[in-house]
């Protein structure tokens, strides 16, 4: 299953050598995973009962992205195990049509949590039933 996210470029994302600065991937990254959660979980989650911590990150730039790019991420989910599971992020320019560009890709690793008892906890078979669905 595979979503897509426009991430619109701010003029405060480029650095002085006038593309997105690395570190800025990382907010594209969760801009993505939002977007991804609310469309496929939902907003009446209870995300103190059963969230998600991060627990890894890894970007592999590939061209820079400068202030006018049409960027949009698509995301995926990798492996879904008990109590993680991985996305997968592709940076890639919306304006080309045969093949796109593609700025990045990257993947996170995320832990299902209770914020309440502040312990890992199995992730909700639920969302692998959707995520597999979709």
Known sequence: MTHKTRIPVRFAD??????VNNAVFLSYFEQARIDFF???????????DQGIVLARNEIDYMIPIL???DVWIQ???????????????????GRATDAPRI??????VLV???YHAGITKPLP???KATFQAD
């Open 67 to 69: 202030l006018n790019d």
């Open 38 to 48: 609310n469309t496929h979980v939902g907003g009446e989650w209870d995300w103190k």
């Open 103 to 108: 700025f990045a890709k990257g993947r996170c």
């Open 14 to 19: 480029i650095d002085a050598m006038g593309h």
């Open 125 to 127: 078979e639920e969302w």
């Open 75 to 93: 995301t995926e989910i990798e492996r879904y195990g008990t109590k993680s599971m991985t996305m997968g992020f592709t940076v890639y320019d």
């Open 112 to 114: 299902a949590f209770d």
